[in-house]
């Protein structure tokens, strides 16, 4: 069955704070992305990686960065958290650029 | 203007209601439509896709789409309490250096009632 995991479903954070949100799938998927949900604004596209070390930005990379060392992990971090980043985030994963997302169940983060 | 429009809702429909959700796109470069629905602290899971104009069904629900119109829609036949979710909808370009990147809408909140 396919499975993709986030560390944490709830995290509160103090502004300035540095932020890691790992994901990980065990579908042996090349493609993960991070995305961000907000009201009224849907989810919207933070970076995603297509390849081990390899990531591109996406609609809002502003304020984040991603590490993947491993294929099967996809680390989201926030350099220094604003309440402006206070979400939910949303981890995917995909068999190539075309397949099907599998999405984690979410990590919702508040910076205060 | 966003990319995808999609009204937000909230909707609220009896049991056994036909529904209708409804986004409409400007980008005519978008050509693959799914519709996700999520259910309340879950991740979105897909649950139709379609490429071609016309209708795609499965089960109670028919997605539909007009390429020139730019307008797509979901249609959930004999509603039930289950129903109740987030449905969002997603589309994307056909290829290119897109990698695969979905576009979504803001996702509509529904309530089915007994």
């Known amino acids: 069955d396919v499975k993709v995991t986030q560390s944490s479903r709830y995290l509160v954070k103090r502004t300035g704070e540095k932020v890691f949100l790992e994901c990980v799938q065990d579908m042996d998927h090349e493609n993960m992305f991070w995305y961000r949900q907000d009201p009224g604004l849907g989810l919207r596209l933070i970076y995603f990686?297509?390849?081990?070390?390899?990531?591109e930005k996406g609609d809002i990379p502003e304020g984040y960065s991603v590490s993947r060392e491993k294929k099967e992990r996809f680390s989201l971090i926030l350099e220094s958290a604003s309440t402006n980043q206070t979400s939910m985030y949303l981890c995917a994963s995909s068999f190539g650029p075309w397949g099907e997302q599998y999405f984690g169940p979410g990590t919702r983060l508040t910076v205060t | 203007q966003k990319e995808v429009e999609q009204d937000p809702g909230p909707l609220s429909v009896p049991e056994g209601a036909i529904v209708s959700l409804n986004c409409t796109y400007s980008?005519?470069?978008?050509?693959?439509f799914m519709w996700y629905r999520q259910y309340s602290r879950k991740g979105p899971e897909l649950l139709m896709y379609t490429y071609s104009s016309g209708n795609k069904e499965d089960g109670r629900f028919t997605a539909q789409v007009d390429k020139s119109s730019k307008y797509i829609s979901l249609f959930i036949r004999d509603s039930q309490p289950s129903d109740s979710a987030t449905y969002l909808c997603?589309?994307?370009?056909?290829?290119?250096?897109?990698?695969?990147?979905?576009?979504f809408g803001q996702g509509t909140i529904l309530t089915v009632h007994p």
């Open positions: 990686s297509y390849d081990v070390k390899m990531k």
């Open positions: 997603a589309m994307r370009h056909a290829g290119g250096t897109s990698y695969g990147k979905l576009t």
């Open positions: 980008n005519s470069a978008f050509q693959y």
